[in-house]
């Protein structure tokens, strides 16, 4: 079973092992376009893709904008925070330029009011929201599951981006050429990091002092990660899947020595599960990958605000 410290490369490559599903991953950009088509070679628009490009260069325009306002930003840091996600975009826009998006309908220009910081920032989280949905609808209808898993990314970090400001890390994750593999795989998978958050959970409340404020939140989502395992489970049983039994003991990505240790520990542990959900989304259909997309969201969620870095490809494994 893969552990929960692994790449989010790493675990896709680990979990889809023995099953022989994947056709290859590679840390850049350059993805296999659809088809199978040899990179260079004239290939069809992909029409789900063009959408997607266009709203992502919509928002680079926008942030350029901001980010050449006479009046704005008003600090360093937001300056720098703008800069990372307005690159974050620009790589969003490259890579669906490779995946078969392709630049036909050209970039826009930044707006012509781009003078206050204020006005601008609440269109660019509007215009995060517009653009989100579009991802989101178009992750829930795509029936490659590889692109569900790209679009599932995207919407995940515009849902994440509607107050601009937040910074965004480049840890050099890109899409890459992989097969998702089955349902049952990516729920086993998911089952895995069910049970390491648990498990680290519950150390986290035994090494803590029980006098502080992250206690409580702890013991309270630890009930809630339990109700998800046990739903997990149960999805398997249905499909006819045996539950494998829980680890000995996972290996946890960080300590327990300090609350700050433990709430980095357990914001980490959150990631990994954000990116098993992505991987259940992408492996299903319907209803059931409409859910999936939602716990991958609100995972996303919990992770950020326990302190976990926002990368351009959430989820991406």
Same mark, same amino acid.
């Given at each position: 079973m893969p552990q929960p410290h692994l790449t989010r490369r790493g675990l896709a490559l680990a979990a889809l092992a023995t099953t022989g599903a994947v056709a290859g991953c590679t840390p850049g950009p350059t993805v296999r376009p659809r088809g199978g088509t040899a990179p260079g070679a004239s290939r069809t628009p992909d029409a789900a893709l063009e959408?997607?490009?266009?709203?992502?260069?919509?928002?680079?325009?926008?942030? =350029?904008?901001?980010?050449?306002?006479?009046?704005?930003?008003?600090?360093?840091?937001?300056?720098?925070?703008?800069?990372?996600?307005?690159?974050?975009?620009?790589?969003?826009?490259?890579?669906?330029?490779?995946?078969?998006?392709?630049?036909?309908?050209?970039?826009?220009?930044?707006?012509?009011?781009?003078?206050?910081?204020?006005?601008?920032?609440?269109?660019?989280?509007?215009?995060?929201?517009?653009?989100?949905?579009?991802?989101?609808?178009?992750?829930?209808?795509?029936? =490659?599951?590889?692109?569900?898993?790209?679009?599932?990314?995207?919407?995940?970090?515009?849902? %994440?981006?509607?107050?601009?400001?937040?910074?965004?890390?480049? =840890?050099?994750?890109?899409?890459?050429?992989?097969?998702?593999?089955?349902?049952?795989?990516?729920?086993?998978?998911?089952?895995?990091?069910?049970?390491? %958050?648990?498990e680290g959970l519950e150390v986290g409340l035994g090494q803590i002092p029980s006098t502080d404020k992250l206690i409580e939140p702890m013991r309270k989502h630890l009930v809630q990660v339990w109700a998800a395992r046990d739903r997990v489970e149960d999805q398997l049983r249905a499909a006819g899947q045996g539950i494998p039994p829980a680890e000995l003991g996972y290996v946890m990505p960080g300590g327990f020595g300090s609350v700050a240790q433990a709430r980095t520990t357990w914001a980490l542990l959150e990631d990994d599960v954000t990116a098993a959900w992505a991987r259940v989304a992408a492996a299903s259909s319907g209803a059931d990958r409409n859910r999936a997309l939602d716990a991958m969201l609100a995972q996303a969620r919990t992770a950020l605000g326990l302190g976990a870095p926002l990368t351009r490809w959430p989820g991406w494994v």
């Open positions: 959408r997607a490009r266009a709203g992502e260069a919509e928002l680079v325009a926008a942030l =350029d904008a901001a980010l050449a306002a006479p009046k704005a930003p008003r600090s360093p840091a937001q300056a720098a925070a703008l800069r990372q996600l307005r690159d974050a975009h620009a790589a969003h826009v490259e890579t669906l330029d490779r995946l078969g998006g392709i630049p036909s309908i050209g970039t826009p220009s930044p707006p012509a009011d781009a003078s206050a910081w204020a006005p601008l920032s609440k269109k660019i989280g509007a215009l995060e929201a517009r653009v989100g949905q579009t991802h989101r609808a178009a992750a829930g209808s795509a029936t =490659d599951p590889s692109q569900a898993l790209l679009l599932a990314s995207l919407a995940t970090f515009t849902a %994440l981006n509607t107050s601009p400001g937040r910074p965004v890390v480049d =840890d050099t994750t890109s899409p890459a050429a992989v097969e998702v593999g089955t349902r049952t795989d990516a729920l086993l998978v998911l089952l895995s990091r069910l049970r390491a %958050l648990a």
